[in-house]
Each structure stands twice: as structure tokens, then as C-alpha cells.
Nanobody, 121 residues
Framework: QVQLVESGGGLVQAGGSLRLSCTAS????????MGWYRQAPGKQRELVAA???????TYADSVKGRFTISRDNAKNMVYLQMNSLKPEDSAVYYC???????????????WGQGTLVTVSS
């Protein structure tokens, strides 16, 4: 079993910055990918950024140049630095990990509870 806990959401004005953090815990054999998704009311959940353990990174086109994802493998943590925030970035942001638990022999996706980001203008 893998548990994910996010923090760092809040209310900011357009142009401001936030830094999200996520920590994975539990009986973890390995974590291959950690990343961030977001979901606004009435919309599909979408990938924001993801990083493999080896450092391969993917960004959504809408956040390239503004957001930066980073990982601390020793601490099982992932971060999302969000700069130049826009109102359209407002959403619940979810931490995601693709991981193998000790009790399983296959990868599963695990999700945090979400942290709310609101950008005002």
C-alpha cells in the first residue's frame, strides 16, 4: 500500500507563485513515476507534469516555461514549483505515483487527496 499526501495549495493573485509538495509513504518496493494532475469543476483530470525516478520529465504544453517539477528520491517526494500563475490554473491538484507495493508484483497508480489552488485576477 502506498499513501500520498500533498501540501502547498492556496489562494494567490495572477502572476504569483506556489510550491506544491507530495510525500509517498507505505510499504513501497519502488516508485517509477511521480507527478501532478489537476482537475477543475466539470472538466477532465489532466496531466500537469511527471518525472521518472531517472529524471525524465514531461510537462503539459499549457505550463511549459512556468512550472517546474522535481523529485527527491531518497525522501520519496515530488515538488511542483508554479510561477506566473494564471486564473486558468485554478484547480484541485493531485499527486500521483506509479509504484509497486511490497504486497503486489505489478505497478499501480496511487493518488493523494488533492490540494486546492485558486488564482484570482
Amino acid at each position: 500500500q502506498v499513501q500520498l499526501v500533498e501540501s502547498g495549495g492556496g489562494l494567490v493573485q495572477a502572476g504569483g507563485s506556489l510550491r506544491l509538495s507530495c510525500t509517498a509513504s507505505g510499504s513501497i518496493l519502488s516508485i517509477t513515476t511521480m507527478g501532478w494532475y489537476r482537475q477543475a469543476p466539470g472538466k477532465q483530470r489532466e496531466l500537469v507534469a511527471a518525472a521518472t525516478r531517472g529524471g525524465r520529465i514531461t510537462y503539459a504544453d499549457s505550463v511549459k516555461g512556468r512550472f517546474t517539477i522535481s523529485r527527491d528520491n531518497a525522501k520519496n517526494m515530488v515538488y511542483l514549483q508554479m510561477n506566473s500563475l494564471k486564473p486558468e490554473d485554478s484547480a484541485v491538484y493531485y499527486c500521483n505515483a506509479r509504484a509497486v507495493a511490497h504486497s503486489r508484483l505489478f505497478e499501480s497508480d496511487y493518488w493523494g487527496q488533492g490540494t486546492l489552488v485558486t488564482v484570482s485576477s
